[in-house]
């Protein structure tokens, strides 16, 4: 590993549910496994029905990572690089990107994009 990506650590992208690759982190609420990162189903389907913004969604997908902070830092912390997944599609509003930000803010790693 170059001490650039020491530095940096962890490269993160998103990528919608069909990414295949060994560093897939499935983030649904519907199938992801790793609790500490998965929206409500209140939020996704209050978002869908459009009884819920982007503003207060983000919101409350910012307080689920704060209250799991520990968690959330100590998985990711132990990756080299995760590819962020859901049904969503690319470029649309989502919480894998809202995750991807979140961890670059707390020096985990850099968003690198969509796959």
């Known amino acids: 590993m170059s001490s650039e990506n020491r530095t ?3 490269d993160i992208y998103t990528s919608t549910i069909r990414y295949s690759g060994r560093d897939k982190v499935d983030v649904t609420v519907k199938s992801g496994t790793f609790w ?3 929206p409500t189903w209140d939020m996704v389907m209050g978002y869908k029905r459009g009884e819920i913004s982007e503003k207060e969604y983000t919101r409350r997908y910012l307080e689920i990572l704060e209250r799991n902070k520990k968690q959330v830092l100590d998985f990711f912390s132990n990756c080299g690089q995760v590819t962020l997944c859901c049904y969503c599609r690319p470029n649309a509003f989502c919480h894998r990107v809202l995750l991807a930000k979140w961890l670059e803010a707390h020096h ?4 690198m994009g969509e796959r």
Request: hydrophobic share 40%.
């Open 8 to 10: 940096r650590g962890l």
């Open 36 to 38: 500490a990162v998965k």
């Open 108 to 111: 985990v790693g850099k968003y």
